[in-house]
């Protein structure tokens, strides 16, 4: 019934992505509409993509460092994404994908820099130190961004700050190709972390007596986490939120086992996307809202009237 | 005989008041400092912005940092008798400090071309040159005055301000009224602000003959944008129709608006020839 009910959500928010629009297209047209076919389908889908990708590697990363506050956005990745955008213009790169790729560039950077911080005595990954290093590398990261475009003379600089806090926008069909392409690998590593996440959640300790590979499974989860969401952040900017949220309210519809819960994060985080684009869309028409607005706008009052009915229990 | 004393209201609505022509001016606003040279002024100018960069003799001027939020130590160290800056509510606290400190500072609103042309006059009278000042002031009013209403001829553009997410340039800017006077016509003249992030699929319906371009440095090449696939669903960007404004001409409301508007216009033509 969950499922089935989670399934039909993310069927509503895609044929509402492609119907509604600031462009009028008549429901008869939709099939061979230009607007339908090279704008909102394509930007429907990659909302979907980012959208799961967040939450789900959300997911990985709370079950991971044990922490309910961690969030894609808190190991770093974001100060670094920013960094590399903030570069690319400033260095005058026109080409047209300049942009996310120097965005994915910075992010891995940060990753490797969080993740070799996070290495304690060079071999074991401590949760505490992860976290503790993304914030140090995420602050410092961004101090530099700033500097750079307060300093500078050039005004594009200024609106990379548009592109970073994060949009659809940029979507088309080769961007929904290569979100094709690159997801599945991490988002079939995260979900076969099904099993040892579990385990994880008892301790690293019990975990190990159970006869769980901690070292290689704490190692797995953040790399495909962070692989998933620099992708995300490449294509999309930052968009805050569905990373944190989403995880929490799918746990409190199917509890704490990870196997259901993964697929749940990826199937809740994509519907809250869809649905908040096509609000960001359409709500202000002709102008666009930034879409992490309308994430917090409906993702908190759902999350809270879930988390009022568990504590009601 | 008593000092002939000069007395103006600002834009902000503070009265302002010099015991004779200004003779020390910071130009807190890359406008007022063209507005400066035009009535003849420069000379006077003992400080500018990092942003002022026309006339060429500008740059001689000591720069005192940014206009919006401006550096007040760095404006006294100029010793001046005269600040003017430009109008926002940063600055009224700015201006309310140089006040306080015994410096004369006017605010100055040039966000349209009337702006530009009152604050010429304003200007002509606070420096002596009120001659100078009122035939500027009715030139740039003529100007505006001038929109000739054909709206069945006029091409169709769009201001690309920023590409991702696409921001443009709505009837609050000067922009605006530049395309009006050169004939042409803002596809988003109902958006009220000066900008405005909008849709893909919105610029898409609007179907604009023209994409105007805003850069603030020149290069040969153009922006990666429209070569995009999203952008390439914009007619104008798959013929190719684009137009870049790029320079001190375009970037602000000024006292050379006929020549950008003349200019504007003979782009236009070349570009839907």
């Known amino acids: 019934m969950r499922w089935l009910g989670l399934v039909v959500v993310v069927a509503c928010a895609l044929a509402l992505a492609v119907v509604l629009g600031p462009a009028h297209v008549p429901l008869a047209d939709l099939a061979t509409s230009d607007v339908v076919r090279s704008l909102r389908l394509p930007r429907a889908l990659l909302a979907f993509l980012v959208g799961g990708s967040l939450a789900l590697a959300g997911a990985g990363l709370q079950a991971l460092v044990r922490n309910p506050l961690a969030d894609p956005s808190l190991l770093g990745l974001s100060g670094g994404a920013g960094l590399g955008a903030v570069l690319a213009i400033a260095l005058h790169v026109s080409s047209p994908w300049a942009l996310p790729l120097a965005a994915f560039a910075g992010a891995l950077g940060a990753m490797a820099l969080v993740y070799r911080l996070g290495l304690v005595g060079g071999a074991e990954l401590d949760p505490r130190v992860l976290i503790l290093a993304g914030v140090a590398v995420g602050a410092f990261t961004a101090a530099v961004t700033t500097a750079l475009v307060s300093l500078s003379d050039a005004a594009e600089l200024r609106n990379a700050f548009l592109w970073l806090w994060g949009g659809l926008s940029g979507a088309s069909w080769d961007s929904v190709l290569l979100l094709c392409v690159y997801a599945p690998l991490p988002i079939a590593v995260l979900l076969a972390a099904a099993r040892p996440l579990d385990l994880l959640a008892l301790g690293e300790e019990p975990a190990r007596h159970l006869g769980a590979d901690v070292e290689s499974v704490k190692r797995r989860v953040y790399v495909a986490a962070s692989l998933l969401t620099a992708a995300a952040v490449a294509v999309s900017g930052v968009i805050g939120f569905v990373g944190l949220v989403i995880p929490h309210a799918m746990r409190l519809l199917w509890g704490h086992r990870h196997r259901p819960l993964l697929p749940a994060a990826f199937l809740g985080g994509g519907a809250l996307l869809l649905l908040s684009d096509t609000v960001a869309r359409v709500a202000v028409a002709p102008r666009e809202l930034q879409v992490g607005i309308v994430t917090a706008l409906i993702g908190v009052p759902v999350f809270v009237l879930l988390l009022r009915r568990w504590t009601a229990n | ?273």
């Open chain 2, 1 to 273: 005989m008593p000092p002939s004393r000069i007395s103006v209201i600002d834009d902000a609505g503070r009265p302002v008041a010099l015991g004779q022509p200004a003779r020390r001016i910071v130009s807190l606003s890359p406008a007022v400092t063209e507005l400066l040279f035009a009535l003849g002024a420069g000379d006077r100018l003992v400080g500018r912005t990092t942003w002022c960069d026309y006339p060429p003799a500008a740059r001689q001027v000591p720069s005192v940092g940014d206009g919006l939020n401006p550096n007040i130590e760095a404006v006294i160290a100029r010793r001046p008798d005269l600040v003017v800056l430009y109008r926002s509510a940063l600055n009224e606290t700015a201006a309310t400090q140089l006040t306080r400190l015994g410096i004369p500072a006017v605010l100055v609103r040039q966000d349209r071309l009337e702006d530009i042309a009152r604050a010429a006059r304003l200007l002509g009278r606070l420096t002596g040159a009120e001659r100078a000042g009122d035939s500027l002031g009715s030139e740039l009013e003529q100007l505006t005055g001038s929109v000739r209403p054909d709206p069945e001829h006029r091409v169709r553009v769009v201001f690309v301000a920023w590409d991702n997410p696409p921001v443009v340039i709505g009837a609050g800017s000067y922009l605006d009224e530049l395309a009006g006077l050169a004939g042409a016509a803002n596809v988003f003249h109902d958006v009220g602000s000066a900008s405005a992030t909008v849709g893909l699929e919105t610029i898409v319906a609007r179907n604009p003959d023209v994409i105007v371009v805003l850069r603030d440095s020149a290069t040969a090449e153009p922006p990666g944008f429209t070569r995009r696939p999203e952008w390439r669903a914009v007619r104008a960007v798959r013929d190719g129709r684009i137009l870049y404004l790029t320079g001190s001409l375009f970037a602000r409301p000024n006292p050379r608006a006929a020549e950008a508007v003349a200019e504007f216009r003979r782009r236009l033509e070349e570009s839907t020839r």
